[in-house]
């Protein structure tokens, strides 16, 4: 980890004039689209569970953005947030270390979106991961199968995902 910290040290240094603000959980961003950090709650080992969770309102509905956490960071968003959404940018490129029944179950989202690549080595998304959005009814969009995925926002509050 001490040399992931150095190398991302290094990468921050050299964009001098480009300002930079440190997130936490209780934190809110943007004027115009309010942006709810939800975590990270503190440093941990885990780089994936350091990953920012935002919840924000877009469009008439509530968006749930995971970034890479992991179930730890599910777990504690379960015990301490209201998670409901719409739409689900699904944890970890649909991992099986993300995702877990139970967090999918409060969450309820219409939408799952999974960013990942076609044919990744890391085999993502995760056949487990899947069944469990099929199993709660969640229409899954994902970046390997359905390419770029769109949304916009139209005037009178009409929305399209694509």
């Not at 689209?33 to 885990?46: G, T």
């Not at 509905?61 to 730890?72: H, I, M, S």
Request: aromatic share 8%; charged share 30%; proline share 3%.
């Amino acid at each position: 980890m001490r040399q992931r910290k150095k190398i991302l040290k290094e990468a921050l240094q050299e964009l001098k004039g480009i300002p930079i603000t440190e997130l936490k959980k209780g934190d809110q961003i943007g004027k115009e689209y309010l942006f709810q950090v939800l975590s990270p709650y503190r440093e941990v080992a885990n780089t994936n569970n350091n990953s920012l969770v935002l919840k924000a309102k877009l469009g008439g509905l509530v968006w749930l953005f995971t970034g890479d956490a992991e179930k730890e960071i599910e777990q504690e968003l379960l015990k301490t947030e209201e998670i409901k959404a719409d739409i689900l940018k699904v944890g970890h490129h649909g991992s099986k270390t993300s995702s877990t029944p139970m967090f999918i179950e409060k969450v309820k989202p219409q939408f799952a979106l999974i960013s990942c690549g076609v044919k990744n080595r890391f085999g993502h998304p995760n056949e487990e991961t899947l069944e469990t959005l099929q199993k709660n009814n969640i229409q899954i969009l994902r970046t390997d199968q359905n390419g770029m995925i769109v949304y916009r926002f139209f005037k009178g509050f009409k929305t399209k995902l694509q």
